[in-house]
């Protein structure tokens, strides 16, 4: 099954749009992604998102992992940006993005 991009993107502009003028300036922003296979290699995936700057945790769950960028520019192109790199890597290592969130303490 090939992954929709675009779909992700549209997704992504929309939640700016909605958010209005609320928005930080910077922030540090986690991609969300849970793991599709159960035996994805966590390490491996860990190492490429590390490999382009990304801070990984993985949840309690047991399921998903957090991948953080930044502090980064909270614009919508900004954000893609990262989210596109991130989703590029995690599909190839058997997980799926779930969303992203803005880190709060950042």
Do not use: C
């Not at 490429?48 to 960028?69: H, I, N, Q, W, Y």
């Not at 900004?78 to 058997?94: S, V």
């Amino acid at each position: 099954m090939t992954h929709d991009y675009d779909a992700q993107r549209r997704e992504t502009f929309d939640t700016f749009a909605e958010a209005g003028a609320g928005l930080p300036k910077t922030a540090v922003v986690d991609f969300i992604f849970f793991v599709e296979e159960t035996d994805a290699n966590w390490a491996a995936f860990e190492t490429a998102l590390k490999a382009k700057g990304f801070a990984t945790r993985r949840l309690e769950d047991g399921e998903t992992l957090v991948a953080s960028f930044g502090p980064m520019p909270v614009t919508p192109e900004a954000i893609w940006a990262q989210e596109r790199a991130a989703t590029e890597i995690a599909l190839r290592h058997d997980f799926y993005p779930d969303g992203w969130d803005m880190d709060a303490d950042a």
